[in-house]
């Protein structure tokens, strides 16, 4: 099959750059079998977002927030990383200023052997301490309800941002470097909803990124885009760093 000139022209661009930046969300783990969050089969379909996935949740029900969390983990644990998780980790390689900044917490991304990356959203394999603030990696299977710190006894929530809250700072500042100085930015199966990941796109733009998007569908930033190509992210990513 002969690849499409938007492709071929995002295709050459990679292969120019010396600075890369990639921006991911769910669509890139819905490859490998991950639920996407908004659509016909996402998890907000059936879930509301506030009654899980915030601080007021957590702190009204742990109980409900540790279920659905041991719900999740224990189906992302079946799951492995897909071509495009692999194609991104060859571009880290070939490209000499690479970063990949995840909205994904499924853990994939690094699994699939990324290093040069921020989990802006956090890591559903990472639990943090509601008083003492350690973060330790934890992959029980269950986690017991309700987990407590090995070190101050205080309940531990999951290492996650949730609605409401702030990105970490450090993560904040690495993503915005590295939106500004890359000389093309790929966005890969995001919806585009969720801030401050929705801004990245016209902030590489405004400073003088070539813009490309990857998804199933036409999002918010189809039309901010230089090039918006529609397909599955495990057919379309490879393509692209072949
Ligand atoms: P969404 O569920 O909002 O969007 C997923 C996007 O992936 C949609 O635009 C789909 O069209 C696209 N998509 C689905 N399958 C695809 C495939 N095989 N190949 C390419 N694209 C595909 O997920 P996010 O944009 O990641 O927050 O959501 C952002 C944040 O909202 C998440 O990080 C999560 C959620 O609330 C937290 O967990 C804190």
Same mark, same amino acid.
């Given at each position: 099959m002969n690849a499409s000139p938007a492709i071929q022209e995002l295709k050459a661009r990679l292969a120019q750059a010396t600075a890369v930046t990639v921006l991911t969300g769910a669509g890139i783990s819905a490859d490998s079998g991950v639920p996407t969050f908004?659509? !016909?089969?996402?998890?907000?379909k059936d879930h509301r977002p506030e009654e899980l996935a915030s601080p007021e949740a957590f702190a009204r029900n742990p109980t409900l927030v540790w279920e659905w969390y041991n719900w999740r983990r224990g189906l992302i644990a079946t799951k492995q990383p897909n071509p495009a998780h692999t194609a991104l980790v060859e571009l880290e390689h070939t490209v000499n200023d690479f970063w990949l900044i995840t909205q994904n917490v499924d853990g994939l991304h690094p699994l699939a052997?990324?290093?040069?990356?921020?989990?802006i959203h956090g890591n559903i394999w990472k639990v943090r301490c509601t008083q003492c603030e350690r973060i330790t990696v934890n992959r029980d299977m269950?986690? !017991?309800?309700l987990p407590e710190c090995s070190t101050c006894a205080g309940l531990l929530r999951p290492h996650i941002v949730w609605f409401g809250e702030s990105l970490d700072p450090e993560d904040l500042q690495k993503s915005f470097d590295a939106l500004r100085k890359c000389e093309v930015l790929l966005i890969i199966g995001?919806?585009?909803?969720?801030?401050p990941a929705a801004s990245f796109g016209p902030i590489a733009k405004e400073n003088g990124a070539f813009v490309a998007e990857v998804n199933l569908d036409p999002t918010p930033n189809s039309d901010l885009v230089d090039v918006a190509i529609q397909g599955h992210a495990k057919d379309l990513v490879p393509q692209l760093v072949s």
């Open positions: 908004r659509g !016909a089969d996402g998890l907000w052997g990324s290093q040069r990356l921020s989990e269950p986690i !017991a309800i995001t919806s585009g909803m969720v801030y």
